[in-house]
């Protein structure tokens, strides 16, 4: 699945508007112009008094040499520092697009890079207003400042302001407003509408193949190689027809090995008679487990008990692969996944559509396309949906869809728009010949192949009763998600997008891949999208080691606030925040396997260690509980692909596609690796993990983890009872270690703490005791909205201390949400707490009428 993914470009240039860390208490809001703290810089409230208090004669330059001396330093200078009179005009970026852009409901949020540490304020002048621009962070060096102002804007400027020297800002850069050239701005027009229950929501990605066989009668009996490769298959389903029955095709005699199954419960390195003939690792992405619709909808229970609110499927639609993203049609359900043998029934579905569903037919034989009549065997015409029908398969589909809406839970399906399968209907033949723009890529600029896909989703939008029900339980999905398209089609899709939203007012759409998915998101493609860098950036602070792949608390923070400020509030609350999905390693794996670039590298024959994580690293699991926190307790939307919650483990696809741990499937056989990656190990490792060196292979046991379970458990049900958090809540960064600030503060506090230690020994014992100093790293954050307060403090560290945690609130209490048992009082605006190795506290205030001194110092 890697070809339908591309990776998300890095963007470092964003807008904001949270406060910059430290800055936010009294004693940093100090003018402070020389401090090494980079997080502070022009975003004190003294310096912002200080400039409002200015006046137009005061920051202007009166003598002229001045200038020109000004301008011949700026042409000579190697390094300058805020307040020398000097500005690094050749470091000034500001763009007419979406990175330094973003619509926020009734104001547009403006940024402006400038070198770090350079300037000493920037201001942004506007039609009948002004304002002064906040630093939002900075690393690279590199300064990003931020201002909001009213979206009904249609021109700005910036003025510069260094000590005595200033300049004017627009699409040219002048010593006086006279001459500057004005950058235009007006309001997108093609913003989508952004669906109510998605903001904040907790969703569910199921790999259908790999997720639970619930019908064993659709078991796949050959794969995209095609039959010829197979011979043929034999047995029966339970209604006694013969497997062979099932398709009318060539295979390729006795002489060829039959396609089969892999068990669910195998060791997953070891293969079937039929792969034991194909070439390198390509059997592991071409077989089957059996995984169906059926197996979803007898797991609907567990998703809602676990805390999930939708569900995202992996493509439904009908193709030879286990993946079904190269689709053979997008307006039919895959016969693997509903029904290859026709039974008859309606699934208890209002049914409107016309219906092929006669008991005994065969599915994949009704799928045959014929050339010769430009129709399958259903008589269907593809360019005509008069003549489209459901089948059994579809309406297994609608039945699950129905079924999880009486669970409370959405359905949202996974397509590549225009990607087909070789196979495709319309591919080689000639009275389709325009429907290809290359290759396999369909041509959206054909209003016949628009009208095929778009008319395609709204049968799974509207349901086999071609309605939308608001007040009963519908049968049609709540979202699509596109997982790649080619940027040649990207304006038709947003024409798409633009007609699916008509046909179901809450309908989510939203995107995986983009290299600017902020553009996409303005020009209209989707409602909001997977952001990758967070856990990409997340990764990086608290598993990398190696400095050349490893950030600190300041620059994570940094890059944090970015993030956020990429969107606007409501759109970052619905952005899908992934830490695995189907074309990454899976991220319990991620705790022993450092040091690689997200989603690079990450194969096993690329040293990717396979191993149960628990059984390498004792500290996996807390390690792997950090990382989730942080996911989870964000004001978005967190994504668990299935298995994560359960400890699941595996290098990139496909080991990351490996069946889920089901307890009613166990027991499993154990999984082996290759001995060379663990020489290091073997004379560590715990009982349980066998080690043959003459057949040079590790044996492990599979089991599921009941403790990374439980976590999730408990994460999901604090966002179940602080919803409004998660839906509307604004994020802001508190407190950094690694911030020079706050680590003298810190540094100071352990001191004392440690010197107390050796007192309280001396004085109680009659011992000298030395306590050894802990190893600290931490950040703390807030998600706020009115009186309610959630901190979620980090410790990513290996060691156990105390922390005196300054806090929003003056007085009152914080309780630890995955403790209840920890309650804190404020005092002195802040709450002293102790953090164990790797621990995340979620900790949490609804205490009214208590001023929050963070804000009051901002406003």
């Known amino acids: 699945m890697s070809s339908f993914k591309l990776k998300l470009k890095v963007l470092l240039f964003l807008i904001g508007s949270i406060v910059s860390f430290s800055g936010q208490n009294e004693e940093l809001q100090k003018k402070n112009d020389n401090s090494e703290n980079y997080l502070i810089s022009a975003n004190s409230t003294e310096k912002a008094d200080n400039f409002e208090n200015e006046t137009e ?22 390094y300058s520092q805020r307040n020398d009179g000097v500005i690094d005009l050749n470091s000034l970026v500001h763009k007419e697009n979406s990175e330094f852009r973003i619509p926020d409901g009734n104001n547009v949020k403006i940024m402006l890079r400038t070198k770090n540490n350079d300037i000493y304020s920037a201001e942004i002048i506007y039609d009948n207003g002004k ?31 260094d000590d005595k020297t200033k300049y004017y800002m627009g699409k040219n850069i002048s010593k006086d407003s006279k001459n500057i050239k004005k950058f235009e701005y007006s309001r997108p027009d093609k913003l989508t509408h952004i669906p109510e229950w998605a903001k904040g929501s907790v969703g569910y990605q199921i790999y259908i193949d790999s997720f639970r066989n619930g019908d064993v009668d659709n078991d796949a009996i050959f794969n995209e190689f095609g039959t010829d490769d197979f011979s043929e298959p034999t047995g029966e389903i339970r209604s006694g027809t013969s497997k062979k029955e099932l398709v009318l095709a060539y295979w390729g005699g006795k002489e060829k090995p039959q396609f089969s199954l892999n068990e669910w419960n195998s060791n997953y390195e070891e293969k079937n008679e039929w792969e034991e003939n194909t070439l390198n690792d390509v059997q592991n992405y071409t077989r089957y487990y059996g995984g169906d619709l059926e197996g979803v909808i007898e ?11 939708y569900i995202i499927l992996s493509s439904p639609f009908y193709s030879l692969s286990n993946h079904k993203y190269d689709t053979i049609y997008f307006n039919h359900v895959d016969p693997y996944f509903g029904s290859m043998e026709q039974t008859g029934t309606v699934k208890g579905l209002d049914i409107q559509a016309k219906v092929h569903n006669n008991n005994g037919d065969m599915e994949l034989n009704l799928l045959i396309f014929n050339p010769e009549t430009d129709k399958n065997l259903l008589n269907e015409d593809l360019r005509d949906t008069r003549t489209w029908v459901w089948t059994d398969s579809d309406l297994q589909l609608a039945s699950l869809v129905k079924i999880a809406h009486q669970k409370g839970l959405k359905v949202v399906l996974e397509v590549a728009p225009d990607i087909t399968s070789n196979r495709f209907f319309a591919l080689n033949n000639k009275e389709f010949s325009n429907w290809y723009m290359k290759d396999t890529v369909l041509d959206l600029s054909n209003p016949e192949v628009r009208y095929y896909f778009e008319n395609s989703m709204k049968k799974w939008i509207l349901g086999p009763d071609e309605k939308f029900k608001k007040e009963i339980y519908d049968d049609g999905i709540d979202g699509i998600r596109y997982v790649y398209y080619d940027d040649k089609n990207k304006e038709y899709i947003v024409n798409i997008t633009e007609n699916l939203k008509k046909y179901k007012p809450d309908l989510l759409i939203t995107g995986e891949i983009s290299n600017n998915i902020t553009k996409d998101i303005e020009d209209g493609v989707y409602d909001s999208g997977a952001d990758y860098n967070i856990v990409n950036n997340i990764i990086k602070y608290t598993v990398n080691t190696n400095p050349n792949y490893r950030i600190d608390g300041v620059e994570f923070a940094t890059k944090l606030n970015e993030i956020y400020n990429r969107y606007s509030s409501a759109r970052f609350n619905m952005t899908q925040v992934f830490i695995g999905s189907l074309d990454t390693d899976r991220i319990f794996s991620g705790m022993i396997n450092p040091n690689r670039v997200y989603d690079r590298n990450n194969q096993s024959d690329q040293g990717y260690l396979n191993i149960r994580p628990d059984l390498y690293d004792g500290t996996a699991v807390s390690k792997v509980k950090r990382v989730v926190s942080m996911q989870m307790m964000l ?28 307890e009613d499937y166990a027991p499993y056989e154990p999984e082996t690796d290759n001995i060379s990656k663990y020489k290091d190990r073997l004379r560590s490792f715990p009982n349980s993990v066998e080690v043959n060196e003459v057949q040079k292979w590790i044996s492990y046991p599979v089991n599921s983890n009941s403790d990374i379970e ?9 966002r179940k009872e602080h919803k409004n958090l998660f839906k509307n809540g604004k994020l802001r960064i508190l407190e950094v270690y690694s911030d020079p600030k706050t680590k003298g503060r ?5 001191t004392a703490y440690l010197a107390d230690q ?3 020994a001396k004085l109680y014992q009659g011992r000298d005791f030395t306590p050894a100093r802990p190893n600290t790293d931490f950040i703390s954050y807030e998600i706020s909205a009115g009186n309610e307060s959630m901190i979620i403090v980090v410790n990513n560290g290996a060691d156990e201390y105390p922390l005196s945690l300054q806090v929003p609130k003056l007085f009152g209490f914080y309780r630890n949400q995955l403790n209840l048992k920890e309650n804190y009082a404020i005092s002195d605006k802040k709450i002293q707490i102790n953090v164990k190795p790797y621990e995340v506290k979620v900790l949490y205030s609804n205490a009214k009428n208590m001023f929050d001194s963070f804000r009051q110092n901002k406003n």
């Open 746 to 750: 810190i540094d100071s506090e352990i």
């Open 758 to 760: 050796n007192r309280r």
């Open 299 to 309: 797991k609907l229970d567990y998703i809602k008990n676990l805390g999930v609110e």
């Open 635 to 662: 004001p978005a939307t967190p994504i668990i692909y299935y298995g994560d919650e359960k400890g699941m483990w595996g290098a990139d696809s496909p080991r990351n596609r490996k069946p889920m741990l089901w």
């Open 710 to 718: 439980n976590h999730y458990r408990a994460l999901l049900k604090i």
């Open 57 to 78: 004669e005061e920051n202007s330059i009166d003598d002229e040499d001045e200038i020109e001396n000004a301008e011949k330093t700026n042409e000579s200078i190697k």
């Open 131 to 161: 304002k002064l621009m906040h630093g939002i962070g900075n690393y690279g060096g590199n300064e990003i400042f931020m201002a909001e102002i009213p979206n009904s804007v249609s021109s700005y400027y910036f003025i510069l302001t």
